[in-house]
T-cell receptor, first 115, second 106 residues
Framework: SQTIHQWPATLVQPVGSPLSLECTVE??????LYWYRQAAGRGLQLLFY??????ISSEVPQNLSASRPQDRQFILSSKKLLLSDSGFYLC??????????????FGEGSRLTVL | KNEVEQSPQNLTAQEGEFITINCSYS?????LHWLQQHPGGGIVSLFM???GKKKHGRLIATINIQEKHSSLHITASHPRDSAVYIC????????FGKGTRLHILP
């Protein structure tokens, strides 16, 4: 069965420090991978998606970047965190592109607090 | 762009009550998802539906394509049902509602 792992679960970082959140998927090959951010009182916002190794699309201009060094690994990064980067970050994978015509699978999430 | 509205935003009920959470959207879609977000933050998929009704245990999801509306029902609610329930729609990309926070009191 497919599983998705995401870490760290909780992170407190000072403004200006770097960030690395990692997500790995098991039980499937060539998954479409996604990073979402959930800010307080708002719906999930798509940040990045990837349809293959080295292929990254950005949905929202921001202070963050994403990379996909391996088929089932997706990394969210920042060189210098801003206060506004605080939030709950979720990795997800889907079967068919952006439209998620199949079932959705989410990681457990990473709660980032920037001080 | 599709707008997804959920109601109510917050709901507190007694154990055993019948729960209804509503979702409406503005533009035609190919499918709609109901998701459950646990207190720890993890999200699981409950239903994906494009027409009619689906049932899984005490959970029932319905969708009316003409009215652009879906409902999630929980029968015989239990404190373990306490969570945030999120509606999401497939347009050219998936769009999420802000969620309904449900609290079931024992």
């Amino acid at each position: 069965s497919q599983t998705i792992h995401q870490w760290p679960a909780t992170l407190v970082q000072p403004v200006g420090s770097p960030l690395s959140l990692e997500c790995t998927v098991e039980g499937t090959s060539n998954p479409n991978l996604y990073w979402y951010r959930q800010a307080a009182g708002r719906g999930l916002q798509l940040l990045f998606y990837s349809v293959g190794i080295g292929q990254i699309s950005s949905e929202v201009p921001q202070n963050l970047s994403a990379s996909r060094p391996q088929d089932r690994q997706f990394i969210l990064s920042s060189k210098k965190l801003l206060l506004s980067d605080s939030g709950f970050y979720l990795c997800a994978w889907g079967e068919t592109g952006l439209a998620f015509t199949g079932e959705l699978f989410f990681g457990e999430g990473s709660r980032l607090t920037v001080l | 762009k599709n707008e997804v509205e959920q109601s109510p935003q917050n709901l507190t009920a007694q154990e055993g009550e019948f729960i209804t959470i509503n979702c409406s959207y503005s533009v035609g879609i190919s499918a709609l998802h109901w998701l459950q977000q646990h207190p720890g933050g993890g999200i699981v998929s409950l239903f994906m539906l494009s027409s009619g009704k689906k049932k899984h245990g005490r959970l029932i999801a319905t969708i009316n394509i003409q009215e652009k509306h879906s409902s999630l029902h929980i029968t015989a609610s239990h404190p373990r049902d306490s969570a945030v329930y999120i509606c999401a729609v497939n347009d050219d990309k998936i769009i999420f509602g802000k969620g309904t926070r449900l609290h079931i009191l024992p």
